[in-house]
């Protein structure tokens, strides 16, 4: 009996936790990296459902190379979209698009899928740097 109580204690911080997060404020700079991307940095700011902001991705290849680029998109309960499109140069440099779609997870983390210039979709864990973490007004 005991064992099923703590069971159902846990089950409920847990849906407690994800509840939560979905009027939770995504504002603020969410950092993380991966193989392909070893270092990204998301800066959001929520007005309502939409998120603004920019994004800077360090590539893996060619090394030591970096992007950064305007982002838009929207939040939708725990999941969020953004998308950013760096314009060309001057010279007619092709365009470079980075685009990151997951889910808020715990209070201070996105978990999702990253894709810069169109190359390989990656996994990337993102935890927030500082900030409050306020609630979304209603």
């Known amino acids: 009996m005991r064992r099923v109580a703590s069971h159902l204690i846990v089950a409920a911080a847990l849906l407690l936790a994800t ?16 193989a392909l991307y070893p270092h990204v940095t998301l800066t959001l700011v929520q007005t309502g459902d939409s998120l603004t902001g920019s994004a800077t991705v360090s590539l893996a ?25 760096l314009m060309p140069s001057l010279g007619g440099a092709p365009k470079f698009v980075v685009e990151f779609g ?37």
Not at 20 to 33: A, E, F, K, N, R
């Open 19 to 34: 509840a939560c997060t979905s009027d939770l404020s995504l504002t603020g700079s969410w950092v993380g990296g991966n």
């Open 61 to 85: 290849s060619p090394a030591d190379s970096s992007v950064s680029t305007p982002l838009a998109g929207s939040r939708h309960g725990d999941s969020l979209y953004v998308r950013g499109l």
């Open 102 to 138: 997951g889910r808020v997870v715990v209070l201070t983390d996105l978990s999702g899928s990253i894709d810069a210039n169109k190359g390989p979709v990656s996994n990337i864990f993102l935890t927030r740097v500082g900030g409050s973490y306020y609630h979304v007004a209603a």
